[in-house]
């Protein structure tokens, strides 16, 4: 059995172990750095790998059938894997881009009041923060049980709807985990 139909057939029955979430999550965020050219990720970049890893979630169960079935799955997975990831990289660039644009006018404009510019990277370490298996492992063990059961759930590619089914809550309850969730990444990455 190759390595992306273990992974896939792992996520799409919520076996996957840890330790091998990480490394495929890790995985994703190097190949993100790679088509951005970017060596840390910085909040927008983070929010594509989710979006990354959301694509495949959403397709899960279409790709575990086809993981059982194709011989050739494993390759197939790593070119759309890579497309997918390359496509949301380029976004990132093109946005970047516009920024740079939009900056050097505003540092134009300042130039020629006098004013002193200085560009502070907020994103320092980003990338070296979350690949980190003390960093990944803070993070789960701050989550309490229903937000692991959401986080188990959410890689399955399940929506809120689903999600607030399956552990009996609200949908309106399930947004708030989501979103606690969230904050308490923001809350780790900003350590």
Not at 6 to 11: A, F, G, T
Not at 117 to 138: A, G, P, R
Not at 161 to 168: L, T, V, Y
Not at 170 to 179: A, D, H, L, M
């Amino acid at each position: 059995m190759g390595r992306y139909v273990e992974i896939v057939i792992k996520l799409c029955k919520n076996e996957i172990d840890e330790k091998s979430f990480n490394c495929f999550l890790k995985e994703i965020i190097a190949m993100f750095c790679k088509y951005a050219e970017i060596k840390i990720l910085d909040s927008y970049a983070e929010a594509l790998c989710c979006k990354a890893l959301d694509t495949l979630l959403s397709k899960l169960e279409e790709f575990a059938l086809k993981a059982e079935n194709d011989t050739n799955f494993d390759r197939w997975f790593f070119i759309w894997l890579s497309r997918t990831v390359r496509n949301y990289a380029y976004k990132y660039k093109r946005i970047k881009n516009q920024e740079e644009i939009l900056e050097s006018e505003l540092y134009r404009s300042d130039a020629e009041d006098n004013a002193e510019i200085i560009f502070v990277d907020k994103t320092d370490d980003v990338f070296s923060k979350i690949s980190s298996e003390e960093f990944i492992q803070k993070f789960y063990s701050s989550l309490d049980e229903t937000e692991k059961q959401v986080v188990k759930l959410k890689l399955q590619g399940l929506k809120q709807k689903e999600i607030a089914e399956k552990i009996n809550k609200s949908e309106p309850t399930v947004c708030r985990i989501i979103k606690s969730i969230t904050e308490k990444l923001k809350k780790l990455l900003e350590k």
